[in-house]
C-alpha cells in the first residue's frame, strides 16, 4: 500500500505558519520614515548605541529600532531595514556605546548615557510617530561622575 507524504514535517509546518502570521501582523498597516539624531544635554551627540521605540498600546502593532551612528544620527526601521515606524503613541530607551573598545578597535573612552534611559519604565522619552516624515532630537543626560 502507497503512503502518502505530505512533504512537510510537523515542526516545519507549525515554522511556517508562525512565519506566515508574522509577516501577515504588519499587512494592511503602514509604516512612515522616522529618524532622529541622539545627543547629550549640551549638544555633543551620543556616538552609538540604539534607539527603541516600543508601543504604548501594544495591542495596535509593533516596536521599532535604529542604530545609532558616530554622528548621533539614526533611522528606524520596524519590518525591514530603513522602513520606520507604524503610526501611535511610544515609549523610548536608548542604550549608549559600550565602555572602551570593541574586537576590532584599541580601547578608548566614550561618553556614556545616564542608565535611566535604558529602561522604558524609567526613561522618560515617549515620542509620537504620525503619517509623513517624523524626525526628533533625543536628548539624554551623561552618566554622573563618581565621587
Same mark, same amino acid.
Given at each position: 500500500? /502507497?503512503?502518502?507524504?505530505?512533504?512537510?514535517? !510537523? #515542526?516545519? %509546518?507549525?515554522?511556517? *505558519?508562525?512565519?506566515? #502570521?508574522?509577516?501577515?501582523?504588519?499587512?494592511?498597516?503602514?509604516? &512612515?520614515?522616522?529618524?532622529?539624531?541622539? *545627543?547629550?544635554? $549640551?549638544?555633543?551627540?551620543?556616538?552609538?548605541?540604539?534607539?527603541?521605540?516600543? !508601543?504604548? $498600546?501594544? @495591542?495596535?502593532?509593533?516596536?521599532?529600532?535604529? &542604530?545609532? %551612528?558616530? $554622528? =548621533?544620527?539614526?533611522?528606524?526601521?520596524?519590518?525591514?531595514?530603513? $522602513?520606520?515606524?507604524?503610526?501611535?503613541?511610544?515609549?523610548? #530607551? *536608548?542604550?549608549? /556605546?559600550? /565602555? =572602551?573598545?570593541?574586537? +576590532? =578597535? !584599541? %580601547?578608548?573612552?566614550?561618553?556614556?548615557? +545616564? /542608565?535611566?534611559?535604558?529602561?522604558? @519604565?524609567?526613561?522618560?522619552?515617549?515620542?509620537?510617530?504620525?503619517?509623513?516624515?517624523?524626525?526628533?532630537?533625543?536628548?539624554? +543626560? %551623561?552618566?554622573?561622575?563618581?565621587?
Amino acid at each position: 500500500m /502507497p503512503t502518502t507524504h505530505t512533504g512537510m514535517r !510537523p #515542526l516545519g %509546518r507549525i515554522l511556517l *505558519v508562525a512565519l506566515l #502570521l508574522a509577516a501577515a501582523g504588519g499587512c494592511g498597516q503602514k509604516t &512612515y520614515p522616522v529618524t532622529g539624531k541622539v *545627543v547629550f544635554k $549640551d549638544g555633543a551627540p551620543v556616538p552609538a548605541g540604539i534607539v527603541v521605540f516600543s !508601543p504604548v $498600546d501594544p @495591542e495596535s502593532h509593533t516596536g521599532a529600532r535604529g &542604530y545609532i %551612528r558616530p $554622528d =548621533g544620527t539614526f533611522e528606524l526601521s520596524t519590518l525591514r531595514t530603513g $522602513d520606520g515606524s507604524f503610526q501611535g503613541r511610544f515609549q523610548v #530607551l *536608548v542604550k549608549g /556605546p559600550s /565602555p =572602551g573598545g570593541g574586537e +576590532d =578597535g !584599541p %580601547r578608548r573612552v566614550v561618553p556614556q548615557i +545616564d /542608565p535611566r534611559y535604558t529602561r522604558f @519604565e524609567t526613561s522618560g522619552l515617549e515620542f509620537e510617530v504620525k503619517p509623513g516624515k517624523n524626525e526628533y532630537v533625543i536628548e539624554v +543626560d %551623561r552618566l554622573a561622575a563618581r565621587k
